[in-house]
């Protein structure tokens, strides 16, 4: 699996298995739950477990924001929260999905993807996505 990145803000956990994108500053213990998830085959709803259920008290509209890819035999699983896009490139077709404006998180499933790209949109920020040739490659 090829991983192309820009260094930037966002933390990145990446795997053959899994990707998880959250804000620079993220909970040291959310880092570490969802890093032991994406390398060692967890699925996207322990993913979504660990980042809702961190503290006591947690409610939605305290959730930070977070993109989370699990992809197995049986498809790609995703969600993402905030300004965080997420384009999954299938044989066929193309999914698209943004966090931004939405209450709790986005989710989907589709089959086994061609291609994967995970995104902060820097909403507000006056930047731009990075294209993919324009960071480096990390080879798993």
Known sequence: MRIDYRPGEWLALASPSGLALLEGGADPSLVRSLWSLVSGGGTLGEGLEAVSSRRPGTTLSSLPPFALVFVD???????????????????EAKVCMS?????????????????????PEAVGRGRRAAKPTEGRTLEL
């Open 73 to 91: 035999d049986a498809g790609a699983h995703f969600a993402c929260r905030g300004p965080v896009g997420i384009v999954v490139e299938l044989a």
């Open 99 to 119: 966090g931004a404006g939405v209450a709790s998180w986005r989710e989907e499933h589709t089959a086994v993807p061609v291609a994967v790209t995970v995104t």
